[in-house]
């Protein structure tokens, strides 16, 4: 079973930048799809960028086209998301989630099966 932890979030000034870690534990990194996902204060789990074991990666929200990518160090059981140019619309709880297979749309939190903790962003204008 992989364990999964976020870091790197906090609070930034809009148009300023921040990476998101996912650091793997107890699985290796690299036999799972990955992706991220955020949750705004009252409102659903909304999928933001995944990455195949391939490394092939799809941005669900069009509104971080261009801005997010999402990245990953096999080597170092590592999930990334670096966050160029953020919006106060931007905020909320970050959370990566795993899957070996997935049974669903990789934007759909439906597919997921492993999740972290979640790691905190919040964008002020």
């Known amino acids: 079973l992989v364990l999964l932890a976020e870091s790197g979030g906090g609070s930034v000034q809009a148009g300023e930048s921040l990476r998101l870690s996912c650091v793997a534990s107890?699985?290796?990194?690299?036999?799972?799809?990955m992706a991220w996902f955020r949750q705004a204060p009252g409102k659903g789990r909304e999928g933001v960028a995944a990455?195949?074991?391939?490394?092939?990666?799809?941005y669900c929200a069009d509104s971080v086209k261009g801005r997010f990518t999402i990245s990953r160090d096999n080597a170092k059981n590592t999930l990334y998301l670096q966050m160029n140019s953020l919006k106060p619309e931007d905020a909320g709880m970050y959370s990566c989630?795993?899957?070996?297979?997935?049974?669903?749309?990789?934007?759909?939190?439906?597919?997921?099966?492993?999740w972290g903790q979640g790691t905190q962003v919040t964008v002020s204008s």
């Open positions: 989630a795993a899957a070996r297979i997935l049974y669903s749309s990789r934007c759909s939190e439906y597919a997921w099966s492993t």
């Open positions: 107890g699985d290796t990194l690299g036999f799972h799809h």
């Open positions: 990455i195949s074991t391939g490394e092939g990666t799809t």
